[in-house]
T-cell receptor
Framework: GESVGLHLPTLSVQEGDNSIINCAYS??????FIWYKQESGKGPQFIID?????DKRQGQRVTVLLNKTVKHLSLQIAATQPGDSAVYFC????????????FGKGTMLLVSP | ETGVTQTPRHLVMGMTNKKSLKCEQH?????MYWYKQSAKKPLELMFV???????ENNSVPSRFSPECPNSSHLFLHLHTLQPEDSALYLC???????????????FGPGTRLTVT
C-alpha cells in the first residue's frame, strides 16, 4: 500500500491531456475500492467505485482499473480540466455491513491551462 | 440543507477547554463516521456508528468522545486536547444494508481544529 511519507506525490498535466493516477493497496481481502477527490478547504468528494468482481468501470470522463493480481488501482481522467486540480485518494475496504475504508496518502493533480 | 454538514468550520481551543463538533447528514443514511486528517498523513478512521451503535473505535484517546443520538446526528466531544490533535476532522455517512454490502461514504466539509 501507499506508505506514509513527508511528500505528497504530484502529477502535473496540461489541460486537455489524459491523467492517470495510480494506487497500490496491500490487503488482498479488500473487496471494494473507491476514489475520492479533495479540493482545498473541502471534504473528500466521491468520484467512482469498483468491486473486486470487476476490473474496469467507467464514469463521466473517469475510468477506474483494478488489477487484483498485483493489487493495483488506477484512475484515468480524460481531457483533464483546470477544475480537476485537487488531491485524489484511493481507499479500500473489505466487504462488511459498514465500510471501514482505509485511505492511501493521496496524489496531488495540478492542471495547467 | 443537503448532504453532510459540519459545525463549526473552524475552531481554536486551549488545552484545558471543552468543545464539541457537530455533524448532521441529510441523506437518510444509517452509518456515520469520524475521521482525522493531519498534514502529511492519510485519513485516519476514528469512530464508526452503524445503526446508532458504535461499532468501531480505532484506539482513539479518551479525550475524544463520540456521541450519536440518532442516525442523522453525530458529535465529537473534545476535552484536554494536545497540540498534536490539531487537524481537520471530517464526518462522513453511508448507507448500510442489513444483508451486508459496502457503499461509498459521503463527507462533510470538515472542522479545522487548532489546539493552542
Amino acid at each position: 500500500g501507499e506508505s506514509v511519507g513527508l511528500h505528497l506525490p504530484t502529477l502535473s498535466v496540461q489541460e486537455g491531456d489524459n491523467s492517470i493516477i495510480n494506487c497500490a493497496y496491500s490487503n488482498s481481502a479488500s473487496d471494494y475500492f473507491i476514489w475520492y477527490k479533495q479540493e482545498s478547504g473541502k471534504g473528500p468528494q466521491f468520484i467512482i467505485d469498483i468491486r473486486s468482481n470487476m476490473d474496469k468501470r467507467q464514469g463521466q470522463r473517469v475510468t477506474v482499473l483494478l488489477n487484483k493480481t498485483v493489487k493495483h488501482l488506477s484512475l484515468q481522467i480524460a481531457a483533464t480540466q483546470p477544475g480537476d486540480s485537487a488531491v485524489y485518494f484511493c481507499a479500500e475496504s473489505p466487504n462488511s455491513g459498514y465500510s471501514t475504508l482505509t485511505f492511501g496518502k493521496g496524489t496531488m493533480l495540478l492542471v495547467s491551462p | 440543507e443537503t448532504g453532510v454538514t459540519q459545525t463549526p468550520r473552524h475552531l481554536v481551543m486551549g488545552m484545558t477547554n471543552k468543545k464539541s463538533l457537530k455533524c448532521e447528514q441529510h441523506l437518510g443514511h444509517n452509518a456515520m463516521y469520524w475521521y482525522k486528517q493531519s498534514a502529511k498523513k492519510p485519513l485516519e478512521l476514528m469512530f464508526v456508528y452503524s445503526l446508532e451503535e458504535r461499532v468501531e473505535n480505532n484506539s482513539v484517546p479518551s479525550r475524544f468522545s463520540p456521541e450519536c443520538p440518532n442516525s442523522s446526528h453525530l458529535f465529537l466531544h473534545l476535552h484536554t486536547l494536545q497540540p498534536e490533535d490539531s487537524a481537520l476532522y471530517l464526518c462522513a455517512s453511508s448507507q448500510v444494508l442489513v444483508s451486508g454490502g459496502t457503499y461509498e461514504q459521503y463527507f462533510g466539509p470538515g472542522t479545522r481544529l487548532t489546539v493552542t
